[in-house]
């Protein structure tokens, strides 16, 4: 049950678009900055585990309950990172 609609937010030079598996190769380059996904203070997927990562949270959006998003550089178009919202509950 889907009640969540896309949407694209821009502000200061970043902006959000919703996640799709075209942002694959951008998302991993993003972690593999530093490699992220060590730290246990996020939730970063390792290089091998991007496709995944992507394909759960598309689940998760079909499902209605997470909506996550790319984060885009405005000027370069570099991917920088992922965010999501989690635990959404339709207005009743």
Same mark, same amino acid.
């Given at each position: ?12 030079g ?5 996640l799709?598996?075209? /942002?694959? *190769?951008?998302?991993?380059?993003? *972690?593999? =900055? ?10 970063? !997927?390792? !290089? =091998?585990?991007? /496709?995944?990562?992507? =394909?759960?949270?598309?689940? *998760?959006?079909?499902?209605? /309950? ?8 405005? *000027? ?9 919202? /989690? =635990?959404?509950? !339709?207005?009743?």
């Open positions: 049950m889907v009640f969540i609609e896309p949407v694209t937010l821009s502000a200061r970043v902006k959000i678009v919703p799709t598996l075209n /942002h694959e *190769a951008g998302l991993r380059a993003a *972690a593999a =900055d530093g490699e992220l996904w060590n730290l246990r203070i996020t939730s970063v !997927p390792a !290089p =091998d585990e991007t /496709h995944r990562y992507i =394909d759960t949270a598309l689940k *998760a959006r079909e499902e209605g /309950h997470r909506f996550a998003f790319t984060v885009i550089e405005e *000027a370069s178009g570099t991917v920088l990172g992922s965010t999501s919202y /989690h =635990d959404i509950l !339709p207005d009743v």
